[in-house]
T-cell receptor, first 113, second 110 residues
Framework: EAQVTQNPRYLITVTGKKLTVTCSQNMNHEYMSWYRQDPGLGLRQIYYSMNVEVTDKGDVPEGYKVSRKEKRNFPLILESPSPNQTSLYFC???FGRGMTEAFFGQGTRLTVV | QQQVKQSPQSLIVQKGGISIINCAYE??????FPWYQQFPGKGPALLIAIRPDVSEKKEGRFTISFNKSAKQFSLHIMDSQPGDSATYFC?????????FGPGTRLSVLP
């Protein structure tokens, strides 16, 4: 089954404690990206990657890091989480450029206290 | 210039009615306009999408109308069903840089 898998689904952490949210896709997609979803703001792109070792900033990259060492994995790293990073996070992948469908993971609800 | 505006914020429609959601963008470089449907607890799923060289695209009960000169596009859901109750997001993209609207929560009453 084609899917994008995120872990964990839920996470509560404290300010400043580094965390990683993993994302893996089994569709051999070139493109992967991370979004955060906040009420009234929709989905905002954090980072995206066009291929292995190629990443670029989206609209809200501050406070986040990503890496793309393998095609299937695209982890999101919060080096020093803050309460304003409390949000619902989605990973997505797609095959290529143009009108290609982006498949989204189930989401990770992060709370930073 | 990166913003995509979406209205209404919420919409209540009777079963069998037409649901209409509108979006507007500013960046003329955008070349792909998808609509996503999201159910509670799930990730968004692509519903229908359009290129700017086409004015309308229809897939089943779902139709996108696109007005390039006005930089507006809309989603029409014909014969709306309770199972269509979800949050709908419009988006605009250039390459892999996607900008989403804030979403419309649709409720279809039985």
């Amino acid at each position: 089954e084609a899917q994008v898998t995120q872990n964990p689904r839920y996470l509560i952490t404290v300010t400043g404690k580094k965390l990683t949210v993993t994302c893996s896709q089994n569709m051999n997609h070139e493109y992967m990206s991370w979004y955060r979803q906040d009420p009234g703001l929709g989905l905002r792109q954090i980072y995206y990657s066009m291929n292995v070792e190629v990443t670029d900033k989206g609209d809200v990259p501050e406070g986040y890091k990503v890496s793309r060492k393998e095609k299937r994995n695209f982890p999101l790293i919060l080096e020093s989480p803050s309460p304003n990073q409390t949000s619902l996070y989605f990973c997505a992948s797609s095959f290529g450029r143009g009108m290609t469908e982006a498949f989204f993971g189930q989401g990770t609800r992060l709370t930073v206290v | 210039q990166q913003q995509v505006k979406q209205s209404p914020q919420s919409l209540i429609v009777q079963k069998g009615g037409i649901s209409i959601i509108n979006c507007a963008y500013e960046n003329t470089a955008f070349d792909y306009f998808p609509w996503y449907q999201q159910f509670p607890g799930k990730g968004p799923a692509l519903l229908i999408a359009i290129r700017p060289d086409v004015s309308e695209k229809k897939e089943g009960r779902f139709t996108i109308s696109f007005n390039k000169s006005a930089k507006q596009f809309s989603l029409h859901i014909m014969d709306s069903q309770p199972g269509d109750s979800a949050t709908y997001f419009c988006a605009a993209s250039k390459g892999q840089n996607f900008v989403f609207g804030p979403g419309t929560r649709l409720s279809v009453l039985p």
